[in-house]
Each structure stands twice: as structure tokens, then as C-alpha cells.
């Protein structure tokens, strides 16, 4: 299983990015899948969960800011922020919702003026 997160940078507060995670070596298709955050000094969060058919589930600190989606025929998961906050910055990683498979190399989210 590989799962590779992109998108990561510096943004300033208030501000938006967009993470993409593609995936292989899973049938991503019947997966739930899930973004995952860890801060520095924190451990690893839910950010934000989506199942096979594309119901969601948020994090309270992230609800209404973050938005998931998923691509089936891409094997790509995505997580659009807006709205971004200092204590967002974090490094993200994707994975499934259930059953963790091998944790890939996350993306740094940097929120800061």
C-alpha cells in the first residue's frame, strides 16, 4: 500500500489549500478514506473521514472550514481548506478510515503571518 499526500506549504491565516493523496495498492474504490494530522508535540488526529459512497464525517475543530471528496477512478482522496488557522499547522497525512494500512509521507501544513 502506498499513500502519497501532496499540497502542504505556508499560507496565511484565513487563507485555503487544497491536499491530494493518491493511493495505490488497495482496492480505494470500497475504502473508506481519511485525512489525519499531527501537530508538533500532538498525537495524530482525525481530521476528516469520507466512506465508499461519499458520506463524511469532520473533526469539531475543522467543521465548516474543511471540506473531503474523493475520486474513485483516480484513487485520490482531497481535503480543501479554507479559512486556515494557526492551529491547523500540522503535518497531514491520508490513510484508510478503518483497518490503518502503512503510513505514508505526509504533507507539512504551515499556517502562519
Known amino acids: 500500500v502506498q499513500l502519497q499526500a501532496c499540497g502542504g506549504g505556508l499560507v496565511q491565516p484565513g487563507g485555503s489549500l487544497r491536499l491530494s493523496c493518491a493511493a495505490s495498492?488497495?482496492?480505494?474504490?470500497?475504502?473508506?478514506m481519511a485525512w489525519y494530522r499531527q501537530a508538533p508535540g500532538k498525537e495524530r488526529e482525525l481530521v476528516a473521514g469520507?466512506?465508499?459512497?461519499?458520506?463524511?464525517n469532520y473533526a469539531d475543530s475543522v467543521k465548516g472550514r474543511f471540506a473531503i471528496s474523493r475520486d474513485n477512478a483516480k484513487k485520490a482522496v482531497y481535503l480543501q481548506m479554507n479559512s486556515l488557522k494557526p492551529e491547523d499547522t500540522a503535518v497531514y497525512y491520508c490513510?484508510?478510515?478503518?483497518?490503518?494500512?502503512?503510513w505514508g509521507q505526509g504533507t507539512l501544513v504551515t499556517v502562519s503571518s
Open positions: 490513510n484508510t478510515l478503518f483497518d490503518l494500512a502503512s
Open positions: 495498492g488497495i482496492i480505494f474504490s470500497i475504502k473508506a
Open positions: 469520507i466512506t465508499s459512497v461519499g458520506r463524511t
